[in-house]
């Protein structure tokens, strides 16, 4: 079948899916925020706020009530990795299906429970499989063996024209037209339905098919003529991590999508913060890769009315924190720089006084690792792309700077140190008040003799900060001395608690140099 006749057929579908999906939920909103420098409108179709916290109910339950209503087996089979799942388990709960469903054995908790949630009795989880792959194949496999119906997560013309619906309730909105269309893409199968109906309602409409670095299978079947399977596929954007795509969908986003675009999970995770501050919205990750791809080309959108779909929230609670890790990273407000300086006392003071006075430290990480050389990361907060200008700064100071933002020891928060280079450690705790200056301010108040040997310490967001701090001393009096010298330095601080012996043997103990 040509992509011409399949574009015709999924129009009608989608069409005929009106009289089903609303049985099941209710069309979602069409929200705008007026963006600033450049100017330009973005629209956001709210997935999610439906019923399942995501766009895939539509097609699961648009395919699973055309069997019901033909007469078909009342049980049938899929494989998902979450968002697809939940809606099969809606669709079976409501049509009193019988619904096998094969999983990862690493679909995050949150989404499992969700299923049968969803799902009540009328589902059965089977956790197969380290990948949506292994998972797919047993389940086509148990299908095949039982002779039941497989509800395909996106090569479906069914499932497809359930999805489209969502870009029929964008056009009855009546807010168009638009200039741009920014769609993700997984498997194509949203894409596919969004930019056939988009396309006949606003010819003009240029339409950007979104997918994430290392996971762009459809880019990679375009380029390839048919689709073809990625060797790898990220999956920190886990709704869109499918490594080959549809031959449906692939016949289909060759001819509706007009260009392609990936975003990096740093940019994602930006637009998943952008989400917050502007909507107190709260996607998964491959739920703001449209807002990310808008954000990336700001320039070429002054001025334009932009279309994105917010595809599913359904994120796990634990990805937060490495949401929030990237996210500044991604929107260019934050970078990390090695800067080299002498190990001696009073080295680190001498820094911080060299930096600009409005500089904001969000990170420090450091652990000795040389008796002459130390190399401290400092997390820096940043005006959007002045990071640059940050870096050439400190190196017209003579300092020696390395830009390390994307470096893994940053990631991972590992700080390696030289144990037996310590010489008398002391370990605290301390609690800040969470402001500029206030590293300077401490480090001044000890005075110049003290001499870090390491230091732990990142943003959480909240009112105070919390450092883990070593000092060493050259000889014991100062050692016994430094608890006087903390006291008399409480202005710079709100409370510190000294490690204990038994604690700080248990840090230091590791002479392979690894924290």
């Known amino acids: 079948m040509n992509s011409a006749s399949l574009i015709d057929q999924l129009r009608q579908q989608i069409l005929l899916a009106r009289s089903r999906v609303y049985q099941v939920g209710t069309p979602t909103p069409l929200d705008c925020i007026h963006m600033d420098d ?11 706020l439906s019923p399942i916290h995501a766009y895939k109910w539509r097609g699961a339950y648009n395919c699973m009530a055309q069997l019901a209503n033909c007469g078909s087996p009342s049980r049938v089979v899929t494989a998902s990795a979450g968002n697809h799942a939940q ?7 409501k049509l009193n299906m019988r619904a096998h469903i094969f999983m990862p054995l690493s679909t995050p908790r949150m989404k499992q429970a969700a299923v049968l949630k969803h799902g009540a009795q009328q589902v059965e989880v089977h956790l197969v499989g380290d990948t949506y792959d292994q998972a797919s194949q047993l389940a086509h496999a148990y299908a095949k063996e039982h002779q039941l119906p497989y509800i395909h997560a996106y090569d479906d013309l069914a499932v497809m024209a359930g999805q489209g619906t969502l870009a029929d309730e964008i056009v009855l909105a009546g807010q168009g037209p638009y200039d741009y269309a920014l769609l993700q893409v997984g498997g194509g199968g949203m894409a596919a339905a969004c930019a056939s109906w988009l396309k006949l309602h606003y010819p003009g409409i240029h ?29 920190f954007c886990d709704g869109t991590a499918v490594r080959q795509v549809g031959k449906q969908t692939y016949a289909i986003c060759s001819e509706m999508i007009d260009e392609w675009v990936t975003v990096s999970n740093d940019e994602v995770s930006a637009a998943i913060q952008f989400l917050w501050e502007h909507k107190r919205c709260i996607p998964e990750p491959s739920g703001a890769m449209g807002v990310a791809a808008a954000l990336q080309q700001t320039s070429r959108l002054a001025g334009q009315r932009v279309l994105t779909i917010i595809c599913g929230a359904n994120i796990d609670f634990e990805q937060l924190a490495s949401v929030a890790r990237r996210s500044a990273v991604g929107a260019t407000r934050r970078c990390f720089l090695q800067i080299e300086i002498p190990e001696k006392p009073g080295a680190m003071l001498a820094l911080a006084k060299q930096l600009p006075a409005s500089t904001n430290i969000v990170a420090f990480q450091y652990g000795k690792t040389q008796r002459l050389t130390a190399a401290p990361i400092l997390g820096f907060e940043v005006c959007p792309g002045s990071h640059t200008k940050l870096l050439a700064t400190l190196k017209k100071s003579g300092l020696r700077v390395t830009d390390v933002s994307q470096d893994p020891s940053v990631r991972f928060n590992f700080i390696p140190f030289q144990a037996q280079l310590f010489q008398r450690p002391c370990f605290i705790e301390l609690e800040f008040h969470e402001r500029c200056g206030a590293l300077t301010d401490l480090l001044q108040a000890l005075g110049p003799k003290t001499n870090l040997c390491y230091f732990n310490y990142n943003y959480s967001g909240e009112r105070v900060g919390r450092a883990l701090m070593g000092f060493e001393f050259a000889d014991a ?30 840090i230091i103990s590791d002479e392979s140099g690894c924290d």
């Open 38 to 48: 450049p100017a330009f409108e973005l629209f956001l179709k709210r997935e999610d």
């Open 87 to 93: 809606g099969v388990a809606l669709a079976a709960a």
């Open 207 to 235: 339409i950007i098919g979104v997918e994430g670095q290392n996971q762009a299978s459809m880019a990679h079947a375009i380029n390839c003529g048919q689709p073809a399977a990625l060797e790898k596929v990220d999956i």
């Open 477 to 506: 009096a100062s050692h016994t001395a430094f608890k006087a010298e903390l006291d008399n330095a409480a202005h710079a601080y709100r409370s510190y608690r000294q490690l204990s012996p038994t604690m700080l043997s248990k």
